[in-house]
């Protein structure tokens, strides 16, 4: 008898602590602990041009905030294989926006285990755009081409993951004009709606709902930007009405609901199902043959480039749903 309770004692003993344990995913990075994504990568000693480049971006703020990210860190080794002079231009005020795409495209958002990207064909970047991720002979990971020479630098706002060369985004090729220059020279997303010459009413909404300096930032932003049409087809007087000073919030968080914290080019578009606007709201997304529609607006003239994002035009104002109250 005393044996059988001695088993039952033991038994005890172990279910408990396996009753407080949390399982994770297999390939699931570890919870972060100690320091953030900044601190860590300046600890490690071979990040500093990295981090000179996050700096001169505008991004340090982003890497230090609650993530989780997984960054793809390029070594200093790596920024030396770049083609002599392009980090000290690229470095420069006037190129800041472009320098922050691209370190934007060696983010992703989410805690990532090397293993577990591995197993993922693609992963979408806070540029807006995607890194493809190979499994290469030997068990090696590379991520659009770099390697990566250390996984799993685990930080307490994600994880870094060490790679041997700088990623450029392939948009920059894809879309770019004739003149590379071109590229850093785009206007921002209110000043090209403003010059399309059919999104005069949204530039005065967004005036009046105090919106202009959201949409001149560095982003990047995706636009659904009603024309002039789209407003007209609304009810008479709801136009009016909304761009009152007392009813200002209401039109910015209507506003919000067209706009998407991340660069959507159209050919990703219309793979996608939801988005998350800066209303707090998802739009849905759908396409057939070809006809891409957001919340039942059509999408008439897709991949307007501007520096900071990029405008794609649609044919009807978009309401976000009205959320209930509860008691």
């Given at each position: ?26 390939g699931?990075a ?18 500093t ?14 890497l ?13 080794e790596?920024f ?21 795409e691209?370190l ?8 990532l ?5 591995s ?25 659009d ?6 996984p ?51 530039g ?27 407003f ?32 959507v ?12 606007t ?10 057939e043959?070809g ?20 405008i ?16």
């Amino acid at each position: 008898m005393r044996k059988v309770w001695l088993v039952v004692v033991l038994a005890g003993l172990l279910v408990v602590p396996l009753a407080g344990c949390k399982s994770e995913p297999a390939g699931a990075a570890p919870e972060g602990k100690g320091k953030d994504i900044i601190q860590t990568a300046t600890d490690a000693g071979n990040f500093t041009k990295f981090l000179d480049a996050v700096k001169s971006a505008g991004l340090t703020d982003t890497l230090r905030g609650k993530g989780p990210y997984t960054v793809f860190a390029p070594t200093d080794e790596a920024f030396g294989k770049m083609p002599a002079g392009t980090l000290d231009d690229l470095m420069k005020p006037e190129n800041s926006k472009k320098l922050a795409e691209i370190l934007k495209y060696h983010v992703v958002n989410g805690r990532l285990s090397a293993e577990r990207a591995s197993r993922t064909k693609e992963l979408d970047t806070l540029s807006g755009q995607r890194l493809t991720v190979k499994v290469e002979e030997g068990g090696k990971i590379t991520v659009d081409g770099a390697t990566i020479t250390k996984p799993d630098i685990v930080c307490s706002n994600g994880i870094i993951q060490q790679i041997d060369a700088v990623m450029m985004p392939p948009d920059v090729e894809k879309h770019k004009t004739a003149d590379p220059a071109a590229e850093v020279q785009r206007k921002d997303i209110v000043e090209t709606a403003r010059e399309t010459g059919n999104h005069n009413t949204f530039g005065k909404a967004l005036k009046e709902a105090g919106l202009l300096d959201t949409l001149k930032g560095a982003g990047p932003f995706t636009v659904f930007a009603p024309t002039d049409q789209a407003f007209e087809k609304l009810p008479a007087g709801t136009l009016d009405n909304l761009m009152k000073p007392e009813n200002k919030d209401q039109l910015a968080h209507i506003l919000k609901y067209h706009v998407v914290q991340q660069k959507v080019m159209s050919d990703r578009l219309g793979r996608m199902r939801n988005l998350s606007t800066l209303a707090g709201q998802e739009l849905k997304v759908t396409s057939e043959k070809g006809k891409v529609m957001v919340d039942g607006a059509n999408v008439t003239q897709p991949d307007i480039i501007c520096s900071n994002g990029v405008i794609h035009s649609i044919d009807a104002v978009m309401l976000p749903p009205v959320e209930e109250e509860t008691e």
